[in-house]
């Protein structure tokens, strides 16, 4: 039987349900938001949790929806069998009943703020564009109808645009004889955009008069829902706007429809006749509790069930890294100081750390101190809650990495961060050390660098292999070779000359438990070397200078032999 695809890349939902893709029913979101009321409701989850499907969503079931000539289009039957559909006629009711807004700012990600703000205006204007049948009727005035296609020509002055949705609501209401329905996706891009463009302030002050004319001063507006990444309300965006609901990541609402269950899961791995892998899926992809629900991340899910069911591999993949530029990890690593670094390490090794969480920071504010740092990283899904608890008035979470995909992320940041770092470094004195047999001189530098630098034990052998090649890349008239093959087996490291008339340095490594076991562990590399009879190859090749090296490593320790 042929199994529908999976929806990869698919943020519409008019797309979702007409064509055959794999569809996890969402729609009972919908019922809440009919139950729970609220007038301007943001939604903050981290990328790609599906906030643009959810908006989607929303639009085709509320909207009144006209073509450009002004006749009706039915959108009733894409909700044809869903969960919602199902609910009773109470919700039904609502169906197609609202004018509706739906403006996306995630085009203003751009280099400068006039290229920025041409993108928010193009998104602007094609909402007009899409309303265009207002012009058509008599309900807006012929001034209106000069600055409605002002700004659908993207003829009108900044301040005309700063209004834009106010004054759009209130020519739809006009029409429709119904308030306006405004949904906002991906708000937080503009901010963070500029604020790592340089032109912050420029860009807050046009969102801000965006958002407060829209949604504080709005007497043509039903209900809005905005998502993003992250609350900002010291941005002063919301301020004053007392009917504000926000739904974060801490919060038991909503919860489920973000991100797919557990049972959801089960059900998309069973379709496809992978549930043998459910393990696997489970170790590289959940590991996110919104409120108390446990919720699975949907990108890396459906790509890691097409590409098994594809055969494009066999292995999971940190799928969910390659969304963004993962820019927040680095600036934890770059910034870290000892505290940090070895908090950072814990994480690593499986552990949890304790952080006090503050909803309302600005992106100004995130680069100020390694504790905002932390937070951010927790709004935008690098860390998950293991559990909470309420110290002095403040919430304090216990966090954890969530899952092997985001491991790998903060294990790539950080080898990123270490050879960026062995580039800036003098390390003269190491070679030196190392040319000249100088045990003593190698163990105390390379102990010395473990220490500033940032480890990861769960991955003890390749960590300590990788480390130390980087360190020793650069010696001088030396080539690097790492797992050579050569004799009998495999020496973990090689320095050799061009010339067979210099020198072949053989290292081999081992990693103790305990730290009184160095000695002994030095002693097992070097007899290693001689019994496996690392050095034969190089006889061949014409060398007869050699250093043998048994290393051994216990956490930031390093002990170095001479054989």
């Known amino acids: 039987m042929l199994k529908h695809p999976l929806p990869i890349g698919v943020e519409f939902f008019k797309d979702m349900v007409t064509k055959p893709y794999y569809y996890v029913d969402k729609t009972l979101m919908i019922k809440d938001m009919l139950d729970k009321g609220g007038k301007v409701n943001l939604f903050t ?24 000539t002004g006749s009706p289009v039915d959108n009733s039957h894409y909700f044809n069998g869903t969960h919602i559909q199902q609910a009773g006629e109470s919700y039904a009711g609502y169906m197609g009943q609202y004018p509706v807004v739906f403006l996306s700012l995630k085009s203003a ?13 193009e998104e602007i204007a094609g909402e007009f564009s899409r309303h265009a049948y207002l012009m058509q009727t008599d309900c807006i005035s012929s001034a209106d109808k000069i600055k409605f296609q002002q700004l659908a020509d993207r003829t009108a002055g900044r301040e005309e645009y700063a209004t834009s949705l106010m004054f759009l609501s209130k020519c739809l209401k006009a029409y429709h004889n119904k308030n306006t329905i405004i949904l906002i996706d991906e708000y937080d891009v503009p901010l963070e955009n500029s604020y790592f463009r340089g032109f912050y302030h420029e860009m807050v002050d046009f969102i801000r008069s965006l958002f407060e004319s829209a949604l504080k001063t709005n007497e043509s507006l039903e209900f809005a829902v905005i998502t993003g990444c992250l609350r900002i309300s010291k941005e002063s965006i919301f301020t004053g ?19 797919f269950t557990p049972d959801e899961v ?18 590289w992809y959940n590991g996110y509790l919104f409120g108390q629900t446990e919720i699975y991340n949907p990108w890396s899910i459906i790509n890691y069930v097409d590409d098994i069911i594809s055969q ?10 390659n969304t963004s530029s993962n820019s927040i990890i680095r600036e934890l690593v770059e910034q870290a100081d000892m505290e940090a670094k070895q908090e950072i ?3 690593m090794e499986g552990k949890t750390i304790e952080k006090t969480i503050h909803e309302d920071i600005t992106y100004e504010d995130i680069y100020k101190s390694q504790e905002n740092l932390w937070n951010f990283l927790f709004f935008t899904g690098y860390l ?23 491991r790998y992320i903060y294990r790539r940041s950080i080898l990123e961060w270490f050879q960026k770092e062995v580039t800036q470094m003098n390390l003269s004195t190491l070679y030196q050390a190392v040319l000249e047999g100088n045990a003593q001189a190698f163990s105390d530098i390379v102990s010395g660098q473990l220490a500033e630098t940032i480890s990861f034990f769960d991955y003890a052998e390749n960590y300590y292999h990788g480390f130390l090649c980087g360190l020793l890349k650069g010696c001088p008239g030396y080539f690097t070779l790492s797992n050579r093959e050569s004799g009998n087996g495999r020496p973990d490291i090689v320095l050799k000359t061009p010339s067979v008339r210099g020198m072949v340095i053989l290292m081999e490594l081992k990693i103790v438990k305990e730290f009184e076991q160095m000695e002994a562990g030095c002693d097992a590399a070097l007899k290693q070397i001689e019994e496996q009879g690392y050095e034969t190859s190089f006889y061949k090749e ?12 216990y956490r930031k320790e390093c002990l170095v032999k001479k054989g």
């Open 241 to 259: 706007l007392n009917n504000l609901r926000v739904v974060s990541i801490l919060n038991e609402g909503f919860a489920e429809y973000f991100g």
């Open 312 to 321: 494009n591999t066999q292995f999971p993949k940190p799928y969910w890294s």
């Open 542 to 553: 014409g060398f007869r200078n050699f250093l043998k090296y048994g290393v051994c490593f």
């Open 109 to 121: 990600k751009q280099p400068d703020f006039q290229m920025a703000y041409s993108c928010l205006k």
């Open 384 to 406: 998950k809650k293991v559990s909470e608890r309420f110290k002095e008035d403040s919430i304090c979470l216990e966090l954890a990495i969530p899952n092997t995909e985001i």
């Open 45 to 68: 989850r981290p990328r790609r949790f599906g906030k643009t499907l959810a908006l989607s969503m929303l639009r085709t079931f509320f909207e009144q929806e006209l073509d450009q």
């Open 345 to 347: 390490e814990e994480l």
């Open 266 to 283: 089960a059900e998309l791995l069973a379709y496809y006749g992978v549930s043998n892998r459910k393990q696997e899926v489970k170790n």
